[in-house]
């Protein structure tokens, strides 16, 4: 299985921050990567796909980036509401996988 | 409005069977791919498998592969979860989620709500 490694694990930040999170692929996946936000007690919400292309209705605040092995979430200006988890995965093998995600503190 | 929706939480004791479902509406069933993903207590996502419900090509994830059976019912636009035997290490969250159409870079863009499954 392709291993998705992120990082930090988790972070403190404070509102109006920008946060930055990384996705490392164990090889190339071309663009086949996804983010999620997932709250507590709620289902992940998709946010982007393709490695870059926001989902309809996710602020413009939330941007990715990357291609092959390495890929970037940013979120510009981090709002209350964007505390919480955040995972990458890869539809790139037929085995899909999940990075092990990545919490994001109040500071 | 288009959705998945969950069968409710579970509480079974190791060794009992069990099969959860997930009803899609709103959209084209047979058209998008049903993935399962697992959520166990405190941790992280797990990606279980897919299916499609048009032929019922279904793919597991290597560490899921003989524990779970997954199915779909075209129908009734349902999707099913099944269990043999219930070990209490299966004690998790299990969201069904569709595959956006778009294209094979695309990810999960419509979730069920989970079901909660408790074995002890």
């Known amino acids: 299985d392709i291993q998705l490694t992120q990082s930090p694990s988790s972070l403190s930040a404070s509102v109006g921050d920008r946060v930055t999170i990384t996705c490392r692929a164990s090889?190339?996946?071309?663009?086949?990567l996804s983010w999620y936000l997932q709250k507590p007690g709620k289902a992940p919400k998709l946010l982007i796909s393709a490695a870059s292309s926001l989902q309809s209705g996710v602020p413009s605040r939330f941007s990715g980036s990357g291609s092959g092995t390495d890929f970037t979430l940013t979120i510009s200006s981090l709002q209350p509401e964007d505390f919480a988890t955040y995972y990458c995965q890869q539809s790139y093998s037929s085995h899909w996988t999940f990075g092990q995600g990545t919490r994001v503190e109040i500071k | 409005e288009v959705q998945l929706v969950q069968s409710g939480g579970e509480v079974k004791k190791p060794g009992e069977s069990l099969k959860i479902s997930c009803k899609g509406s709103?959209?084209?069933?047979?058209?998008?791919?049903i993935a399962w993903v697992r959520q166990m207590p405190g941790k992280g996502l797990e990606w279980m498998g897919i299916?499609?419900?048009?032929?019922?090509?279904?793919r597991y994830s290597p560490s899921f592969q003989g524990q779970v059976s997954i199915s779909v019912d075209e129908s009734i636009n349902t999707a099913f979860l099944q269990w043999r035997s219930l070990k209490a290490s299966d004690t998790a969250i299990y969201y069904c989620?569709?595959?956006?159409?778009?294209?094979?870079?695309?990810?999960?863009?419509?979730w069920g709500q989970g079901t909660t499954v408790i074995v002890s």
């Open positions: 989620a569709r595959r956006d159409d778009r294209g094979l870079a695309y990810g999960m863009d419509v």
């Open positions: 709103g959209f084209s069933f047979h058209r998008y791919w």
């Open positions: 299916i499609y419900p048009g032929d019922s090509d279904t």
């Open positions: 090889l190339a996946i071309s663009s086949y």
